[in-house]
């Protein structure tokens, strides 16, 4: 295991999806008033009380650790652990009643996440990363499709409306015409799959950092590579543009093609 993992951490992340799971469960297909928030993004009561749930959980079993989620903002995060929660990811997925929405959970480490979490809530499946031991959904080891030319490559990415810069869009249009396919849709589900050998890639951009902080030690810890369009790790500090890969030689040919 990574030095950097506290003991119990994995299973505590995975205590957190736990609870978020059936609130989001019990409000799936039910008639919810959306608001939409500051940056448009819609939000309802099950996110809320999703994220208040794995709060209260926090509260009692990592009191000294920090906390940054999505619906509540930030406590202590200058510690050296912090949480970083994503209640509904997904949300507009989630009101429209499509399953494809998750829960994410994040350990860093110093600002680097070591453990991630991908819940599933409908679907019922999970994947749990964990810097230097691996990655499992549902408790079966998961890696990532074994190295592909990126002319044969699987693209994924939510929507075409996250690349709104013009700059964004010229860099996702170069991928996008050297890679086989590109499919929309699945937010955080693609980073899942792609952990699971069935996408190569995913881009995207402006994402915060309880968006991305889950995804990347799922994909790491099953042998792809994540980071930012540049090429650095992601940390608290990244400014949200992402790409994930199932292996480093992949993913140093699509950034090649980002960087134009």
Request: with cysteine; proline share 5%.
């Amino acid at each position: 295991m990574d030095p950097r993992v506290p003991s119990g951490a994995a299973a505590l992340a995975c205590r957190l999806a736990d609870v978020a799971r059936p609130i989001l469960q019990g409000y799936f297909r039910q008639a919810l008033p959306v608001i939409g928030k500051a940056d448009d993004s819609p939000v309802t009561r099950a996110d809320r009380e999703a994220e208040a749930a794995m709060r209260a959980l926090l509260a009692a079993e990592a009191l000294d650790h920090g906390v940054i989620g999505e619906e509540y903002g930030r406590e202590n995060e200058g510690a050296d652990y912090v949480w970083t929660l994503d209640p509904l990811d997904g949300t507009r997925a989630f009101v429209a009643g499509k399953p494809q929405f998750g829960t994410l959970v994040a350990l860093l480490h110093k600002g680097a996440p070591v453990v991630g979490v991908i819940d599933m809530p409908i679907l019922r499946e999970r994947w749990v990363g964990v810097l230097g031991v691996g990655t499992t959904l549902n408790g079966a080891p998961q890696r990532t499709r074994a190295a592909v030319d990126l002319k044969d490559a699987r693209l994924g990415a939510t929507s075409l409306e996250i690349f709104g810069d013009p700059g964004d869009r010229a860099a996702y249009e170069r991928l996008r015409a050297s890679v086989a396919d590109c499919n929309f849709g699945g937010d955080c589900y693609n980073y899942a799959v792609l952990a699971s050998g069935w996408l190569d890639l995913v881009m995207e951009t402006t994402l915060k950092i309880w968006d991305f902080a889950a995804l990347a030690p799922v994909i790491l810890a099953a042998g792809g590579a994540m980071t930012d369009w540049s090429g650095a790790p992601l940390t608290a500090a990244s400014k949200g543009d992402v790409l994930a890969s199932s292996d480093p030689a992949v993913h140093r040919a699509a950034l090649s093609v980002i960087d134009g």
